[in-house]
DNA sequence: CAGGGCCTATCTGTATACAAAAGCCCGCCG
DNA sequence: CGGCGGGCTTTTGTATACAGATAGGCCCTG
């Protein structure tokens, strides 16, 4: 009975390691033969793709991968940096309870302890993306909407737009860790402004701290060595045409 | 072939029309029946529908009816400020051509052209309605950025968080001439900044245009000869429980 | 009389068969 | 030699059959 998951699952490995290449036409018995479930699975799991945006469906029917150009990545995280703005200032202008903030405090301290380190390994980093990302949700909920989680959930969901997607590639580049220093120094502000429900300055800082993955995103993509480490980035188009 | 089609206007239907209530389980072979399309499409229905938020999926598998209070129409008309005016703001940054602002021009024409009459009728209100979504669907559209746009899509599907998700409602209402005004001041304002590369002040204009829904939808509400000419305002669960 | 467990009816998830449509290749004609 | 048309293959969309799971009702028991 979780064939379904299993057919999501696989074909977003697939697409995500660059196994099926950019605007490839997915053929449902192809899948079939590749993910071993029936069409059944496979179609319900190409509906769920599309939402997410790693596929698309064609005005002739079926569903072909995704292009995505490097344009799209960027303003995918503009995007991603206003809703959290949103949901930042909604936070602050809630006058959250000490239990969240201190929840907030506590991610706070163990970014601290990856940060402070002199040399960041695989596993440090590790340790940041999962601090960052609960950091992240638990602002989100204390805005306390679904309606604006559940946006927020998809917009993130697209590969490139998601807060730690480019970490593990910056893990090898000199200036990961300033970088660190300042999303570190941002996460700071943020829980000061939503504590004192500064609802202006906490949109305005979560709007600015999502940018810095633009600016992540830029360098990586410049940088080949760090592109073969994460094999997502190969689904962005860099250059021109349409 | 287009069964899918069929499944997903006819149920869209029955929900917005407030025909299935709102949590009411939605059992597939009783859809069969209902619809006269066979279980598969009434799926893929049931997925697309999920997406726009009309429906929601049980945890023990299939679907229920969505059930969508009050406070979520607010933060569902937040949310599409807030995109909106991302994309307003993109939109004055991106130094739009002269075609691009006539034709916004144009829409505001069209909408003065309404709202300068004394008596507006169902007439004046569709009128109004197709204009002002026209006039949203280019600033969308001068943002540039197809992430953007398919993000809105989605927001705007929710079927309060629409712009013009109300005037239908107030078309009887006393305020309602006012109301229009205003929303039509915004409307010149929002040209002006957009023109002049004023991307912060389009910004903020766009996001207060959107509250002005809020406001509309609060008033609607507390009218019940005003709920009763909108099935779909049936579909929000007013008061509180959860 | 109330609570719990079992049984049954129904539903969902999955696989598969079938028909209509779309795309493709080859051959034919200009 | 190139463009176009027709037939063929493949593919999608749809219907349906089947199995496992779920929920609800009924009976039995304390």
Not at 187 to 198: K, M, N, T
């Amino acid at each position: 009975m979780q064939q379904s998951l299993k057919a999501v699952l696989r074909l977003r490995e697939l697409i995500l390691e660059a196994r099926l290449a950019p605007g490839e036409r997915l053929s449902e018995p192809v899948l079939v033969e590749r993910l071993g479930v029936s069409r059944t699975p496979i179609r319900s799991a190409l509906a769920k793709l599309e939402h997410e945006g790693l596929v698309e469906s064609l005005p002739s029917g079926g569903y072909r991968v995704a292009v995505i150009r490097e344009q799209d990545a960027y303003d995918a995280i503009e995007l991603r940096g206003t809703v959290e703005g949103l949901a930042a200032r909604m936070a602050a202008e809630a006058s959250p309870n000490d239990a969240a903030l201190d929840e907030l405090r506590d991610c706070l301290a163990t970014l601290d302890r990856v940060v402070r380190r002199k040399q960041l390994d695989i596993d440090d980093f590790q340790r940041y993306m999962a601090a960052n990302e609960r950091f992240h949700a638990v602002i989100a909920g204390l805005a306390g909407s679904d309606v604006l989680n559940r946006s927020l959930e998809r917009i993130v969901a697209l590969p490139f737009a998601s807060a730690s997607a480019f970490l593990m590639a910056q893990a090898g580049l000199p200036e990961s860790h300033e970088i660190l220093f300042i999303a570190q120094h941002q996460h700071r502000c943020l829980i000061d402004a939503i504590a004192a429900g500064e609802g202006t300055r906490a949109e305005e800082i979560a709007r600015e701290h999502a940018r810095i993955a633009k600016q992540n995103l830029r360098v990586v993509l410049d940088n080949r060595k760090a592109m073969a480490s994460v094999p997502e980035l190969r689904l962005i188009q860099r250059a021109a045409e349409r």
